[in-house]
């Protein structure tokens, strides 16, 4: 349950660097000054934020390529920003098992996005799975 918690302190600041143009530090201090957080919750948060954002432009490049009919500026703003934290979990996060961050980003999808973002969001990370299972091929 912190995770999840975690998960979404991040996609409320990412929602505002995407959305807004802020900058990621000021708008998690001011997140974080609103609300009392456990220095863990912090943390797993911050590394959401930090590594999504670093990684950003090969997130969006893998989400462009496995989004059928769907470009990165005609989805949600909600859902975007949920793929992109799911992402950067899949692809970058080897100590979070793959149907745990697609699960939480599902999760966080149904509870901020619209009603078939749940869906949505599973259906494109599922494809990122495959695109990564794929790309290990045999032996890896």
Request: proline share 4%; net charge negative.
């Amino acid at each position: 349950m912190r995770r999840r918690k975690a998960r979404e302190i991040a996609l409320r600041v990412l929602f505002q660097v995407d959305v807004a143009r802020a900058d990621p530090d000021e708008a998690m201090s001011l997140l974080l000054s609103e609300h009392h957080v456990a220095p863990e919750i912090v943390s797993f948060a911050e590394e959401i934020v930090k590594g999504t954002l670093e990684h950003l432009e090969d997130i969006d490049k893998r989400l462009a390529e496995l989004s059928r009919d769907w470009t990165l500026e005609r989805m949600a703003n909600t859902d975007r920003n949920i793929l992109r934290m799911g992402c950067f979990e899949l692809m970058y996060r080897e100590d979070i098992p793959r149907s745990v961050a697609v699960n939480e980003a599902v999760e966080l999808a149904k509870a901020y996005g619209g009603p078939d973002s749940g869906k949505f969001v599973n259906g494109i990370l599922g494809r990122i799975v495959q695109d990564l299972d794929n790309s290990r091929g045999p032996g890896c």
